[in-house]
């Protein structure tokens, strides 16, 4: 069974730091494309970012270009967003989900979400 | 970027009653394009890829049709267990956007 646990969410204050973290289990990580995926307080999907199986493809949300950046270890079968300048609409839900193959593809296992809030 | 817009943003309906809920693409994306369904306080949950294609241990009810710019969610006979908000996502290009989602409730 396919297992996604995100850790790392929390209160941070405007312009701040965070790391978000999911590890994975039950599926061969190194093979398979990630992604993030968030939701705000009552609000839509909103994808956050991608990296294929290997790293070397990276693709971001405009809304977190050049603050947000996503990361794999295959050899610890993590992976992690670390985000930075935080702004209150970053508030949400984040989801870590796995693709369904080692590039672009639909999004077939999903974690139940860390929630991060930005706030002062 | 793609857009993605759905339709209706919500509808009621009874149990055993037929769903279609429509997803456009503001450009051409071939059939790439998932549903994902989403009850409250749970993690979205993959229906559909390649537009028609049933993700596995999905029931049947659930059907997914169009290419291009338009296409279809259907249910079936709909069951207590599938009142919930859908989602449509284009995976032809990225930022992968989503659609802004049709909440089906009970009438």
């Known amino acids: 069974q396919v297992q996604l646990v995100e850790s790392g969410g929390g209160v941070v204050q405007p312009g701040g730091s965070l790391r978000l973290s999911c590890a994975a289990s039950?599926?061969?990580?190194?093979?398979?494309?990630m992604h993030w995926v968030r939701q705000a307080p009552g609000k839509g999907l909103e994808w956050v970012a991608y990296i294929r199986s290997d790293g070397s493809d990276r693709y971001y949300a405009e809304s977190v270009k050049g603050r947000f950046s996503i990361s794999r270890d295959n050899s610890k079968n993590t992976l992690d967003l670390q985000m930075n300048s935080l702004r209150p609409e970053d508030t949400a839900i984040y989801y870590c989900?796995?693709?369904?193959?080692?590039?672009?593809?639909?999004?077939?296992?999903w974690g139940q979400g860390t929630l991060v809030t930005v706030s002062s | 970027d793609i857009q993605m817009t759905q339709s209706p943003s919500s509808v009621s309906a009874s149990v055993g009653d037929s769903v279609t809920i429509s997803c456009r693409a503001s450009?051409?994306?071939?059939?790439?394009l998932a549903w994902y369904q989403q009850k409250p306080g749970e993690a979205p949950k993959l229906l559909i890829y390649a537009a028609s294609g049933l993700q596995t241990g999905v029931p049947s009810r659930f059907s997914g049709s169009g290419s291009g710019t338009d296409f279809t969610l259907t249910i079936s006979g709909l069951q207590p267990e599938d009142f919930a908000t859908f989602y449509c996502?284009?995976?032809?290009?990225?930022?992968?956007?989503f659609g802004p989602g049709t909440k089906v409730d009970i009438k």
């Open positions: 039950a599926f061969t990580f190194s093979r398979y494309a």
């Open positions: 989900a796995k693709g369904a193959s080692m590039g672009a593809a639909q999004l077939d296992y």
């Open positions: 450009e051409v994306i071939g059939s790439w």
């Open positions: 996502q284009q995976t032809n290009s990225f930022p992968f956007t």
